[in-house]
């Protein structure tokens, strides 16, 4: 296992939805410390907290583990908008499934 590069999409994914890392820790009932040695590759977690995480920051286990994102398997439109999506523009759609993404948690409390 890569520790490090599994923490480094763990941290990616964390930061893009806005998440503190005490913040997803609480999240995952995990400590704060424990949430950031994951991150920093320093130590690895069990198959419920890989799965707590996956589910809580909106991406694949096999992303988390792998980083491989098979594209190909998934029949969406949203995925050929995505790539028609020219590369300067592309800030903006993060912008927008933030937001999104931001207003799903809202709706959840």
Not at 15 to 34: H, S, V
């Amino acid at each position: 296992m890569e520790w490090a590069e599994i923490g480094r999409r763990i941290r990616t994914q964390r930061e893009f939805l806005g998440y503190t890392r005490e913040a997803l820790a609480e999240k995952l009932d995990i400590t704060p410390k424990f949430c950031s040695d994951i991150e920093l590759g320093v130590k690895g977690m069990s198959v419920p907290t890989l799965c707590r995480i996956s589910d809580v920051l909106m991406i694949s286990v096999d992303y988390i583990l792998f980083g491989d994102v098979y594209t190909d398997e998934i029949d969406s439109p949203i995925i050929s908008m995505i790539q028609k999506c020219p590369p300067e523009k592309l800030h903006i759609l993060e912008d927008l499934v933030k937001l999104f993404i931001q207003a799903i948690e809202n709706e959840k409390h």
